[in-house]
């Protein structure tokens, strides 16, 4: 069973313009559901109301291959920023189906990048003003490298029919020939334009030469993790910030990986959410380390274990609490370097638990990454990797189980100084495991 499927099964019909040419039967499936499944309200010769039930919609094909098409790098780059804020009218332009709707109603398809995988997700749908209602709902994770071919297939597709009908000069048949020629020298350039959202043949020239410089300096992996997380409106300021971190790795004192790099790491299944990997990380080290899960001490003994000194902040602090970028980390062989610039222990304590994940996890010997906000699984899976170490579930239960009633704010506090780890960890930790506790 596919992830995803796009099918289309053409009509002829006469016409010469974009929408005659490529009207056909259009049938999507997301992880085995059929998602264009729609009931059609009508009414009879008598005046009753009929439905007929339908799998596949009748639309024009063009404007759906037109949106993936000026999205194209977008739809398999870039990823929500955060895990705190709603998706913008903007955002949903690029990664919503409705958008392509052009008059034709469409189920609510949303293609969220994460990492090396594409989230999708269609929900049931009863369009205003329309007979149509669209009955199924679905989601699924669709690896890049599978996703990728079956959208180029149904683009494809639609410019050769265009062509065959002898339709010619359509927005769609110039964007896709940019797309289809591009040689592997502006490949990197467009993944990261599409990381910020923006179209590669439509970026201003400052951001541009912002993107070519640092892809220089700091190279693809860097640069990548900072377009995953900022926006075209942020990234100069975000930039800043990251070439920071990664300076100040040069100069930070020498981590080691050795008590913990034979360890294996839990691989990435992308049949579950990417926090499980970090969860499963976590405990497995504990566990591989001696070292129970309910010791207040456990991140303080490994962060000992692997010398890193969070006491001290490396340098200026990010420009707001919930900076994109809170640091760096710099793997060679077993030995690494973190950089953290939070202003407050805490939040270091935390970042180099994520730092310890990104070096342990990494996939060469060799390589560099950034701590960032963006909803990528590496990053998820480093911050519940961090939230399970510094704040351990089975210490939290244990803790509130002693008590007659629920965990209040004052004890998400008082654990929190004694683990040293922001109440926030500790609240989140305690409502992600079932533990209730009081806000009043």
């Not at 955002?91 to 958008?99: G, I, N, Q, V, Y």
């Amino acid at each position: 069973m596919s992830d995803f499927e796009l099918r289309v099964d053409w009509i002829d019909q006469e016409g010469r313009n974009q929408s005659d040419a490529t009207l056909a039967n259009l049938l999507i499936r997301v992880g085995g559901i059929t998602v264009t499944e729609f009931f059609d309200r009508q009414l009879s010769k008598s005046g009753s109301q009929k439905q007929n039930h339908c799998m596949a919609l009748q639309v024009p094909a063009y404007f759906i291959a037109e949106w993936i098409a000026e999205n194209w790098w977008a739809i398999l780059w870039e990823p929500r920023k955060n895990e705190e804020e709603a998706d913008d009218e903007e955002f949903l332009a690029r990664h919503s189906l409705l958008t392509a709707q052009h008059g034709f109603s469409l189920p609510r398809i949303e293609f969220v990048p994460s990492g090396g995988a594409v989230q999708i997700r269609a929900r049931a749908r009863d369009p205003r003003y329309s007979d149509v209602r669209f009955c199924n709902s679905a989601s699924a994770i669709a690896l890049r490298e599978k996703f990728e071919p079956e959208l180029r297939m149904f683009v494809q597709s639609v410019v050769d029919k265009l062509s065959e009908r002898r339709v010619v000069d359509t927005w769609l048949q110039d964007t896709w020939s940019l797309i289809s020629e591009t040689t592997d020298d502006q490949l990197n350039f467009c993944r990261f334009a599409g990381a910020l959202g923006l179209s590669p043949y439509d970026i201003d020239d400052v951001l541009a030469s912002l993107i070519e410089r640092l892809e220089n300096t700091i190279g693809y992996r860097l640069l990548m993790d900072l377009c995953l997380a900022s926006t075209a409106k942020d990234f100069v300021s975000v930039a800043e910030v990251a070439e920071e971190a990664v300076a100040l790795t040069t100069t930070v004192e020498t981590s080691t990986l050795s008590p913990i790099e034979s360890i294996p790491v839990p691989v990435d299944n992308y049949s579950v959410p990417a926090y499980r990997r970090g969860l499963q990380a976590a405990e497995m080290l504990r566990k591989r380390l001696k070292i129970s899960d309910t010791d207040p001490s456990a991140a303080t003994r490994i962060f000992d274990m692997l010398e890193i000194d969070t006491r001290v902040q490396t340098k200026s602090a990010p420009r707001t609490e919930d900076a994109a970028v809170t640091g760096a980390v710099v793997r060679c062989e077993n030995e690494m370097k973190v950089a953290l610039l939070q202003p407050t222990e805490a939040k270091r304590r935390f970042a180099a638990a994520r730092a310890v994940f990104s070096a342990w996890s990494s996939e060469t010997p060799t390589e560099s990454r950034l701590l960032t906000s963006a909803v990528t699984r590496d990053q998820q899976a480093n911050r519940a990797f961090a939230a399970e170490l510094m704040a351990p579930k089975a210490l939290i239960r244990s803790r509130s189980k002693g008590k007659k009633s629920k965990f209040t704010q004052s004890d998400i506090r008082e654990l929190a100084d004694e683990l040293r780890v922001s109440p926030d960890v500790v609240r989140k930790q305690a409502a992600n495991n079932g533990i209730s506790v009081s806000f009043g």
